[in-house]
């Protein structure tokens, strides 16, 4: 070998090799299907984001903890749960066998990976409020908790893989990201209530107010990609997506009644 061959086979050996990976859910145009159902659900959304304990923490008027205490103690089941919905969503995947099928199984991998802690969060935060763990793994899910809960196991686990993502990823989450944003600043407040509220009970409010703001976006984009426009498939993640929210505020609000 020359040694013009040598140096050419030494600088084509440096050249890095490029790793594959599924592109990104970047955010793009709104097909008119979707953008219809985001219409059609807009006051089903608002409702789920603002009920009354919401509301009236975000604006500071600081509701009994009481509520508080059985709306955590309830949706425990919720939180706890959610990493198997998203496996069940996971299930459904493959890897290239068709448009954007990787990218929501790396999406869905991630997630899952973020969510690993959520519970353990959770019941700190629970505890700060001065319910212990042991209390919490005991309660009995209210008829309309148990409901939401039924919805989106069997959502994610019978219906398409875009009526889980929009039934869980795109409704639960996205509302969450939303109240939390507003909530989490006035809710230090309940320290004058006997809260304790240092950084490891405040670490569930802040993460979901940090970053549900983008897995809701990016849950649109799976919708884009796994639903199929020219069939009934556009209605049926409609109906998952709207039965989401509606469960949600009502077990919300079954929490609050005195």
């Known amino acids: 070998m020359s040694s013009s061959e040598q140096e050419v086979r030494s600088l084509t050996s440096r050249v890095?090799?490029?790793?594959?990976?599924?592109?990104?859910?970047?955010p793009s145009a709104h097909p008119r299907w979707l953008e219809s159902m985001l219409e059609s659900t807009r006051r089903d959304w608002?409702?789920?984001?603002?009920?009354?304990?919401?509301?009236?923490?975000a604006e500071?008027?600081?509701?009994?903890?009481?509520?508080?205490?059985?709306?955590?103690?309830?949706?425990?089941?919720i939180?706890?749960?959610f990493p198997k919905y998203?496996?069940?969503?996971?299930?459904?995947?493959?890897y290239g066998r068709a448009e954007g099928d990787a990218s929501i199984r790396?999406?869905?991998?991630?997630?899952?990976?973020?969510?690993?802690?959520?519970?353990?969060?959770?019941?700190d935060w629970v505890r700060a409020l001065g319910l212990e763990p042991e209390a919490l793994f005991h309660v009995r899910p209210l008829p309309e908790l148990q409901a939401l809960h039924a919805h989106l196991r069997d959502t994610c686990a019978r219906g398409t893989l875009a009526e889980g993502i929009?039934?869980?990823?795109?409704?639960?989450?996205?509302?969450?990201?939303?109240?939390?944003?507003?909530?989490?600043?006035?809710?230090?407040?309940?320290?004058?209530?006997?809260?304790?509220i240092d950084a490891s009970a405040m670490m569930w409010l802040k993460a979901h107010a940090r970053y549900d703001d983008l897995h809701p976006v990016e849950a649109l984009e799976i919708l884009k990609l796994c639903t199929d426009p020219t069939?009934?498939?556009?209605?049926?993640?409609?109906?998952?997506?709207?039965?989401?929210?509606?469960?949600?505020?009502?077990?919300?609000?079954?929490?609050?009644v005195d």
């Open 16 to 26: 890095p090799v490029r790793r594959y990976g599924p592109p990104p859910l970047s």
């Open 106 to 123: 790396r999406w869905l991998l991630q997630n899952l990976a973020v969510e690993a802690r959520h519970a353990e969060w959770f019941i």
């Open 231 to 256: 069939g009934d498939e556009p209605a049926r993640v409609l109906d998952a997506t709207r039965k989401s929210l509606r469960l949600y505020t009502s077990a919300i609000r079954a929490c609050c």
């Open 60 to 77: 500071g008027r600081r509701p009994p903890l009481v509520y508080w205490r059985r709306v955590l103690s309830q949706f425990f089941l």
């Open 79 to 81: 939180v706890e749960s």
């Open 166 to 196: 929009a039934a869980s990823n795109w409704a639960i989450e996205g509302i969450t990201g939303v109240w939390t944003r507003d909530v989490v600043e006035p809710f230090r407040a309940y320290a004058a209530d006997g809260a304790r």
């Open 86 to 94: 998203m496996a069940l969503s996971l299930a459904k995947t493959t």
């Open 46 to 57: 608002d409702a789920a984001c603002w009920p009354p304990l919401f509301r009236d923490t």
